[in-house]
Structures are given as structure tokens and as C-alpha cells.
């Protein structure tokens, strides 16, 4: 009877949560330890920005169980900024190349494939020689728009001259 007592005093004044720490320094209070740890994975897949791939964070939180006085605030959007300061994002993009060689930046695989269907839409001489790789890099490039692409890297296609021998035949 005595231990229902304590536990419901106990109840009454405080409330589950965990201690978060972040290399071995506090960095809050949560009362949900998945959903947090939920938040944290989700970043890590998708990140906040454009054309981020993932976000590679070395050190990931802690957690502690313990009781926390009722009106006492938990942290976890604190705690997901402190994390995501140690991320470090992947950009995905995708690079034009003229002979294995990175000349333009696009962010999507479509824009890359459309560029290369214009140039051999006008036959461009160096067709074969162009193509277009994916990039995961931590630095993201600057952007080129399909059209001043295309215009960059068209090689208008030699003549075909036809020559006859002396008898006129083909």
C-alpha cells in the first residue's frame, strides 16, 4: 500500500521523460524518445533544402531515462537544431560531360536526358562524346538552364562532300 502511495505522489509531481545528450554534453528533455528520434532519422534522409540527397551526422543523440518535474518544458525542437548543426548534406544533381568531363550542373535527371535529346535532335557532331552522370557531393554547383546548355555544347556536324571519280560514276 505504502509503494502505491509513493508512486502515485510521485505521479502527481513528475513525469517520464529522457535526458538527451549529445557527446556526453546535456542538450535537453524529451517526453518521446521515438518521435524525436523519428524527427532526427527523417533529416538524415531528406534533410530541409533543395536537392539534398542526405545529411551524414556523425554523432547521434543519447537518451536517458528519468522524471521530470510537471512543469518543467522538454527541448526536441532545440534538440533537432543542435543536431542538425553537426549534418553534413549531400547534394544530388546531375552533371553534363563532354569526353568524362563535368560542364554543365542540372538538378534533375530529366533536364540532363532533355539536353542530350535536343543535341541529338540537331545532330550534334559531338553526341558521342556527351552524356551525364549523378553526383552526390557536399558542395551544390550552379545550375545551367536546358537551353544555354545545349547552345554551349552544340557542334554543328561536319559537311558530307560527295566526290565522283573521273568516269562519273558514284
Known sequence: MAIAIIIGIVSLAYKPAYAVTLNNEFIGYTTNKSKLQSRINE??????????????????????????????????????ESIKDLGTAYYEYYAITL???????????????????KLKEQNSDNISKIGYIKIHDTELKEFSDTESVVIALYVKPKPVIKTTNDYGLR
Do not use: Q, W
Not at 528519468?66 to 527541448?75: E, G, P, Q, S, V
Not at 554543365?104 to 536526358?113: I, L
Open 99 to 117: 569526353n568524362d568531363e563535368e560542364k554543365n550542373y542540372t538538378k534533375t535527371k530529366a533536364e540532363a536526358e532533355e539536353i542530350i535529346d
Open 43 to 80: 533529416y538524415m534522409k531528406k534533410g530541409d533544402g533543395e536537392n539534398i540527397a542526405f545529411v551524414d551526422i556523425e554523432i547521434l543523440p543519447e537518451y536517458s531515462f528519468c522524471f521530470l518535474k510537471r512543469n518543467t518544458d522538454t527541448h526536441d525542437d532545440e534538440i533537432v
